[in-house]
C-alpha cells in the first residue's frame, strides 16, 4: 500500500522530553505514533470502508506478487501427425 506523511507541530522541549523518556523506555517515537494512528483509524473509519480497503490493498498485493510457473504434470496431451 503506498504510504503518506502527516506533519504535526509540538512545542519543541516537548518534543526532546517525550524523546529522551521514550528512549530510556526504549519506545520509537514514530512506531508508537504509528500505533495511535491505527487506532484513529479503527475508531473512526467506519468497518464497511476498512473492509473496501482491506480487498483493495490485498488485490494490489496479488498483483505484485509473481505468478509461480505451472508444473508440468506429464498429462500433456500429445499431438500426433501422420506424415504420408
Do not use: F
Not at 526532546?16 to 484513529?40: F, G, N, P, S, W
Not at 509473481?66 to 508440468?72: F, L
Amino acid at each position: 500500500m503506498k504510504k503518506d506523511t502527516i506533519s504535526v507541530s509540538l512545542e519543541a522541549e516537548k518534543l526532546r522530553a517525550i524523546k529522551k523518556y521514550m528512549e530510556k523506555k526504549e519506545i520509537d517515537v514514530q512506531d508508537e505514533l504509528a500505533e495511535q494512528l491505527q487506532k484513529l483509524y479503527e475508531k473512526h473509519v467506519p468497518v464497511n470502508v476498512r473492509e473496501y480497503i482491506d480487498e483493495k490493498n490485498e488485490e494490489e498485493s496479488r498483483a505484485k506478487t509473481p505468478r509461480k510457473p505451472t508444473k508440468n504434470t506429464g498429462a500433456a496431451t500429445s499431438t500426433s501427425t501422420t506424415q504420408e
